[in-house]
Structures are given as structure tokens and as C-alpha cells.
């Protein structure tokens, strides 16, 4: 609650990103560390372990990893139960400020808006699309060489929210990932009113999609820059049929990365059969040869699989419809046909990412390898990811156009149900 300088009360609603709460202070944005029971449980027990290590020291006498163990687990038992954090975003002076302390925020240090560009949405790398809300996910304060943590949360939906804020009040781009930078033109939409939400019944009527949840902006138009020319080499069709835009997503081809992959699968494949070749004839005993055989059949399937997913990969292809009811994805793979419909009110982005695909099984560094992909961000719902295997820069050009394409017939459309 805050005066307005009239006798009246004004509640600025707090929201929770992680174990962080924020909210708008007049023209201040304030992100403050929140302890939980559970952090002040786990702080206390840490002050009871570094209470009976001194103890074990005492009667054991001096051991330098006990110390050691003993300072660690004092220091976390103080962290979590009487440390606080705080970051203020002052519009009017520009300066971002970070408070931290035992108990009370006895250090600071600020920062001036000036020197940073964007506000960035990093997520962690998952396993698949299938579940957006696993993700680990911090908001940052982001800058040409550095980036200022602001807060953290396992809920993308939460650190979104944060991030958007953000990013409206301080008049920065919002860039989720590695990719495009939204700008503030395209966060800012009005709130979704009734008229609005039978507006978007209409639109969405033939897709079995459900209109965006009440408390969230109406669908924005997607506004983008006009569309350059394709890049040097691109593969990427657009066509017209019948008063609907066609975007053709070729196969990969046998890239680098799943060149990679399939000679992972071939040295998976022949070392069994090498082996067996060689050690059998030999007439080793039967304890030993019971023993290898599963090892090789193992190593066989491995091969097998990551083959098969490579196969899948290379082939791939994908159909993008640009209506004025939305999207239509059409995956063909190995003469399958898989088709995903996503209604226009539905979309909150489309932007091309690093994310981990299907088929893509080997690479750089431990986990699911990433590549650049093309992104559909959605209201509700996981992400959906196409184009595993093919150049950022078609992807990116493709991005470009199928916001331009969907923003004007989504527009047309909106102007015609307006007129009648």
C-alpha cells in the first residue's frame, strides 16, 4: 500500500519469481529475496552441523578439512536463514541498484541503466520441448561484455513475467536465449478486454484451441522489421495458395553435425562386429564369451538407434500455412505426415533459439547437443521447435517472415470482423 498523494490508497500486487518477490514502487521496481520454512530449516540445520564439527574439534584436535566443513556449513546456515537480497530498477534516475547483507542489506553497490542494452531471459538446455515448466530460468540485466543476475525460478511462465516487467519499465529490449531482441513496441499491448476476447472466439473458430487465459495481453501482431532479402544459397520456399502463405522448410542434408553422428554410429556398429570377427574364431572360453556378448549386443543397439534417429533427421522436412486463423505445421519424415495446428491468438513469439532436437543425439559436451532451431512460442503450452539441422540464418530469415506474413493477415482479418 502507498499513498498517492490524494488520501488514497494504492496496492501495487506483488508476484513471485521463484524464491524472489516483486512488485512496483511508484516508479521503482523492487525484486527481493524471499526465505522460505524450508531455507530457514535448512539454514538452521548447517548451524547445528558447524556446531557439532567445532565440537568434533575440540576433542580431536586441529584438522584442517573439518575446519574447512566446519566455516562452510556456518556460512550457508547464516545465508539461508538471515540473508537477504535485494535489487531495485529506478526509471526516473536510470540506476539499478543490487542491496545484500546478514539480516539487513549492508552492502550495495549500483549500476547505470545506461550501460546495458537488453533484458535477457537465459534458460536452461532440456531434455525436450515437452515440458517448458522444468526449465531453469534467470532473468538478467544484460550488456554488451556483462550481464547482472536480477532473479531466478524453475517456472518459465514466472521468469517471463518478470522479464517483460523488466523490461517495460526500463525501456529495454527483451531477448529470451540467444535470440532476436523484441523491442518495447512489442511487449506494450493493452489488456485483453471482452470485446477483445469474443473478437479472438471468432478468429480461433475451426481450431480446437482455447482463447488466451483472462489477465494476460490480447495476441500482439508480431510486428518485425520488413523481411530482407534471403540469404545468399537459401533453400527456403514461400509461395501463394489460394489467398494463404506457404513456407517449405527443406531437408538438412548430411550437415556437419549429423555427419558426426552417423560416423558415431558406424564405429558403434562395426566395432561389435570386428571384435566378434576376430575373438570367436579363437576359440575362447565360454565364461569369457557369455560375458562380452551382451557388451556387443548393447553397442549394436546403441548403433542402430542413433542411426535410425539419424536417417529420420536428414530427411525431414517441413510445411508452414500462414492463415488468418493461424498456423499449420506439416512434418514429413520417412513418408510420415504429422500436422500441428496453432491458432493466431495462441502465439506469444516466434524466434529462432539454440534447443535441443529430436534427432540430434551426439555432440559437444555432456548432455543433449543444441542447434539452432525455429521457435514458436506459445500462451500456454510447450514451445514448439522446427527445423533441426538447417542454417541460422535461413531459420532466422524465415522467423522474420512468418511474423510479417501472420502479423498482415491476422490484421486483414481483424479489420474485416471490425467493418462487418
Same mark, same amino acid.
Given at each position: ?178 535470440? #532476436? $531482441? ?9 489488456? *485483453? !478486454? /471482452? ?6 472466439? =471468432? %478468429? ?114 517441413? #510445411? $508452414? ?9 506439416? *512434418? !514429413? /519424415? ?6 500441428? =495446428? %496453432? ?78
Amino acid at each position: 500500500m502507498k499513498g498517492d498523494g490524494r488520501g488514497l490508497l494504492v496496492c501495487f500486487p506483488m508476484k513471485h519469481c521463484g524464491s524472489n518477490r516483486w512488485w512496483f514502487d511508484d516508479a521503482k521496481l523492487v525484486i527481493r529475496r524471499e526465505r522460505g520454512p524450508a531455507d530457514v530449516f535448512k539454514g538452521l540445520v548447517s548451524l547445528a552441523v558447524s556446531a557439532g564439527l567445532v565440537f568434533l574439534l575440540t576433542k580431536m584436535g586441529l584438522d584442517l578439512q573439518i575446519v574447512f566443513y566446519a566455516l562452510a556449513a556456518f556460512g550457508y546456515g547464516l545465508y539461508a536463514t538471515l540473508g537477504v537480497w535485494e535489487v531495485s530498477l529506478h526509471r526516473v534516475t536510470g540506476r539499478a541498484s543490487w542491496r545484500w547483507g546478514l539480516g539487513w542489506p549492508f552492502f550495495s553497490r549500483e549500476k547505470a541503466v545506461s550501460d546495458t542494452d537488453r533484458v535477457r531471459l537465459v534458460s536452461a538446455n532440456t531434455e525436450s520441448s515437452s515440458s517448458v515448466s522444468a526449465r531453469t530460468c534467470q532473468v538478467e540485466l544484460a550488456g554488451v561484455t556483462a550481464s547482472e543476475l536480477l532473479a531466478g525460478s524453475d517456472s518459465y511462465d514466472e521468469a517471463l513475467e518478470l522479464a517483460e516487467a523488466v523490461a517495460l519499465h526500463l525501456r529495454r529490449g527483451l531477448q529470451v536465449d540467444d535470440g #532476436r $531482441i523484441r523491442p518495447v513496441e512489442e511487449l506494450e499491448s493493452p489488456d *485483453r !478486454t /471482452r470485446a477483445r476476447a469474443e473478437l479472438e472466439a =471468432r %478468429l480461433l473458430r475451426g481450431f480446437e484451441a482455447p482463447p488466451a487465459p483472462a489477465g494476460i495481453p490480447g495476441p500482439r501482431s508480431l510486428p518485425a522489421a520488413p523481411v530482407s532479402p534471403p540469404p545468399p544459397g537459401c533453400r527456403v520456399l514461400v509461395h501463394v495458395e489460394r489467398e494463404q502463405r506457404v513456407v517449405e522448410l527443406p531437408a538438412p542434408g548430411w550437415v556437419g553435425a549429423y555427419r558426426l553422428q552417423a560416423f558415431v554410429c558406424a564405429v558403434l556398429l562395426l566395432l561389435p562386429v570386428g571384435f566378434g570377427a576376430y575373438l570367436y574364431p579363437l576359440g575362447l572360453s565360454g565364461g569369457l564369451i557369455a560375458m562380452m556378448t551382451p557388451l556387443l549386443l548393447i553397442l549394436l543397439g546403441l548403433g542402430g538407434f542413433f542411426w535410425r534417429r539419424t536417417l529420420q533427421g536428414v530427411g525431414t522436412t517441413w #510445411r $508452414i500455412t500462414v492463415s488468418r486463423r493461424g498456423l499449420e505445421l506439416v *512434418r !514429413t /519424415r520417412r513418408g510420415e505426415h504429422k500436422t500441428t =495446428r %496453432l491458432a493466431a491468438g495462441s502465439i506469444r513469439d516466434i524466434d529462432v533459439r539454440e534447443h535441443a532436437g529430436e534427432t540430434l543425439r551426439v555432440g559437444n559436451g555432456a548432455g543433449r547437443p543444441s542447434c539452432p532451431m525455429l521457435i514458436i512460442e506459445r500462451w500456454e503450452g510447450p514451445l514448439v521447435a522446427l527445423g533441426e539441422g538447417l542454417p541460422r540464418e535461413e531459420l532466422e530469415w524465415t522467423a522474420a517472415r512468418l511474423r510479417e506474413e501472420l502479423a498482415a493477415l491476422t490484421d486483414a482479418r481483424r479489420q474485416e470482423l471490425n467493418a462487418g
